[in-house]
């Protein structure tokens, strides 16, 4: 199997944190294959950066698919441009907020997503009502710039750890989700420190994609994700028109 995982946004040194980590549950039968979107922000936290980041994640999932590509993950936890690649590419696409959120309910009741900022936490409940979790997910910011995930000075994984202090002890969280692919290296070590499941939305999201391909299934193009429809885009998104990203 060969499994595309794109970050959105434009950071190199993440992408290496979120490759391994799919890796890191790969079966022996699947090739992960790690990119970087070649346009976009450095980091996507808010509506504005994740409108701006769609362009060049479509870009590496139709160029993706073109090399052979099985299925597609999106590491954003925003599932940055996940309708709009579902409807582009005939190859399943999956986002780590739902198959984080899905991973989790099958193992606790009660969870807590642990996002960056509050800027990011209000699209992440968003997600969570969408993906039918808000009776039992709740969502909390720890108030950590993205990119302060690749400084170890910056204290960030500390504010992570205090975040999931008060989600168990008030939330009374049965297990935590961690609402960023950049937190993708800190699962297993959360997990062991506090004792209970720490989801990765990366490694999640990869399990995911091998038991699609496996099945044989891809998403529909029935409805809401058929194919767009033929016309012509102008200006600087002359070359996304319908069929022209993908024959790139």
């Known amino acids: ?125 968003g997600l969570v009502q969408r993906y039918g979790m808000a009776g039992r997910a709740r969502v909390r910011a720890a108030d950590i710039p993205v990119l302060a995930l690749e400084d170890p000075a910056s204290g960030a994984v500390e504010k992570l750890r205090d ?6 002890d008030e939330d009374r969280a049965e297990a935590i989700v961690l609402g960023c692919a950049g937190m993708a290296d800190l699962a297993h070590r959360l997990q062991a420190e506090f004792d209970l499941p720490v989801i990765d939305g990366v490694g999640a999201a990869l399990k995911q994609a091998e038991t699609l391909i496996a099945l044989g299934l891809s998403t529909s193009k029935r409805g809401a994700y058929a194919s767009p429809l033929a016309k012509p885009y102008l200006g600087m998104l002359k070359s996304f028109s319908p069929g022209a990203v993908a024959a790139e």
């Open 1 to 125: 199997m060969r499994i595309l995982v794109v970050n959105p946004n434009t950071t190199a040194s993440m992408t290496e944190t979120i490759g391994a980590a799919a890796r890191a549950v790969a079966g022996a039968w699947t090739e992960v294959v790690a990119v970087t979107s070649s346009m976009g922000p450095a980091s996507i936290e808010g509506y504005y950066d994740e409108a701006l980041a769609v362009p060049g994640l479509l870009m590496e999932i139709a160029a993706g698919e073109r090399r052979g590509a099985q299925a597609a993950i999106i590491a954003c936890f925003d599932d940055t441009g996940l309708d709009a690649a579902r409807a582009m590419a005939s190859i399943p696409v999956i986002g780590i907020c739902e198959a984080a959120l899905g991973t989790a309910s099958f193992i606790a009741q009660r969870f807590t997503v642990v996002t960056t900022t509050e800027r990011s936490r209000v699209p992440v409940e």
């Open 163 to 168: 975040e999931i202090a008060r989600a168990i």
